[in-house]
Each structure stands twice: as structure tokens, then as C-alpha cells.
T-cell receptor, first 117, second 109 residues
Framework: GAVVSQHPSWVICKSGTSVKIECRSL??????MFWYRQFPKQSLMLMAT?????????EQGVEKDKFLINHASLTLSTLTVTSAHPEDSSFYIC?????????????FGPGTRLTVL | GQNIDQPTEMTATEGAIVQINCTYQ??????LFWYQQHAGEAPTFLSY??LDGLEEKGRFSSFLSRSKGYSYLLLKELQMKDSASYLC??????????WGAGTKLIIKP
């Protein structure tokens, strides 16, 4: 199956710093990438949808100036959490949509666990 | 509005069979997905249904009825490693996934 990589897999940072998370589709071109956040014992929450070469579409309640998304190529999207605070500590998962066996399927990265001290 | 409903938690015995139901109301339909998610990990793809009927894949099967807005995931010969959350997601008219809250499946020996 298609592979999506995510880096780093975990990060611990001090409050006020910025953290960048990379998401790559390794063996297919992803015209659309999604960023999710998941708090403990809760379902995935879509943060934003990004299409290659255009601005990301943010879900209601997600601050676009705090969560900067760049989708510069068909294989790379980045999420930057600016001025992170402890309440931003969460599991961040990216997903890339691509064609596999004739259907559009979402392939998930392994996730990045962010802990803000 | 768009809505996906599935039970919060289910318990089953090792070796048994369990059925996890999912009902949905969405704007448009381009298929229904089931994902498995172990604690602390990203979801992994289990199945995709876009036409009515049963899709079988080893110990797992998924059923869809579009007229009823209903799907189920059937797990046979349960193993302890099947303890996980099972997420139902529907692809709407914009191919965006609408997620259910997930069903936590607990397997007991």
C-alpha cells in the first residue's frame, strides 16, 4: 500500500517555541493533504485541508495564524505550530489522499506526538 | 448536518465474533471506510464500501446499505491484538472524510 511518512514522530518543546512537522507521501502524488489533531481518548479532529499550491482551508475554531500549513509540492506538506503552549500538546496526524486500486483513499502518516512544557 | 453514529465501547471474548455498527447522514456519499486505531498510533485502513453488500477480507468483513445509511464491521475469531478503536468514516460529496467518534473494542480472554 501507499506510504505516508511523518517527521518527527515525537517532539518535546518549551512553551513559546515553534515546531514544524513534515508529512511526505513517499510513493504517490497527493493533491490533497489533511492535518488532524487527536486528544487522548477522543476521535480525530480535522484541522485543515491543503491542496498543492494553494492556501489551506481551516476548520472552524482552528487558528490559521497559529497553525501554519504549507503544501509546496505534491509529496510534501508541513504544519508549523507557532508559539506553542501546553494546551497544544496533542497527537498530530497527517493524511494524504491519492489514487490506489481505482479508489481515492486516505493514507495516514504515523503521527507526531507533541508535548509542550 | 452531517452525522456518523457508532457505539462508544464494546466488549467481546477472544475467539468470538463481534459486529460494530455505524449509521450515517451525510451530504453526498462517495464511500464508507473502516479504520483500526491502536492507542497512540495513527489509523490503519481496514475496508472500503461504495456499493451495497458485503466485502470480506480475511477475518474482517464490512457491509453497506446505502438506502438505510448503515454499515457494519464484522470481526471473526477475535484475537487479543484486535483490541483497538474502530473508526467509521464516510466520504462526502467533496470527498472529505466525515469521522465517527470511534468504537473502543475490548477483548477479554
Amino acid at each position: 500500500g501507499a506510504v505516508v511518512s511523518q517527521h518527527p514522530s515525537w517532539v518535546i518543546c518549551k512553551s513559546g517555541t515553534s515546531v514544524k512537522i513534515e508529512c511526505r507521501s513517499l510513493d504517490f502524488q497527493a493533491t490533497t493533504m489533511f492535518w488532524y489533531r487527536q486528544f487522548p481518548k477522543q476521535s480525530l479532529m480535522l484541522m485543515a485541508t491543503s491542496n498543492e499550491g494553494s492556501k489551506a482551508t481551516y476548520e472552524q475554531g482552528v487558528e490559521k495564524d497559529k497553525f501554519l500549513i504549507n503544501h509546496a509540492s505534491l509529496t510534501l506538506s508541513t504544519l508549523t505550530v507557532t508559539s506553542a503552549h501546553p494546551e497544544d500538546s496533542s497527537f498530530y496526524i497527517c493524511s494524504a489522499r491519492g489514487l490506489a486500486s481505482g479508489i481515492y483513499e486516505q493514507f495516514f502518516g504515523p503521527g507526531t506526538r507533541l508535548t509542550v512544557l | 448536518g452531517q452525522n456518523i453514529d457508532q457505539p462508544t465501547e464494546m466488549t467481546a471474548t477472544e475467539g468470538a465474533i463481534v459486529q460494530i455498527n455505524c449509521t450515517y447522514q451525510t451530504s453526498g456519499f462517495n464511500g464508507l471506510f473502516w479504520y483500526q486505531q491502536h492507542a497512540g498510533e495513527a489509523p490503519t485502513f481496514l475496508s472500503y464500501n461504495v456499493l451495497d453488500g458485503l466485502e470480506e477480507k480475511g477475518r474482517f468483513s464490512s457491509f453497506l446499505s446505502r438506502s438505510k445509511g448503515y454499515s457494519y464491521l464484522l470481526l471473526k475469531e477475535l484475537q487479543m491484538k484486535d483490541s483497538a478503536s474502530y473508526l467509521c468514516a464516510v466520504s462526502d460529496s467533496n470527498y472529505q472524510l466525515i469521522w465517527g467518534a470511534g468504537t473502543k473494542l475490548i477483548i477479554k480472554p
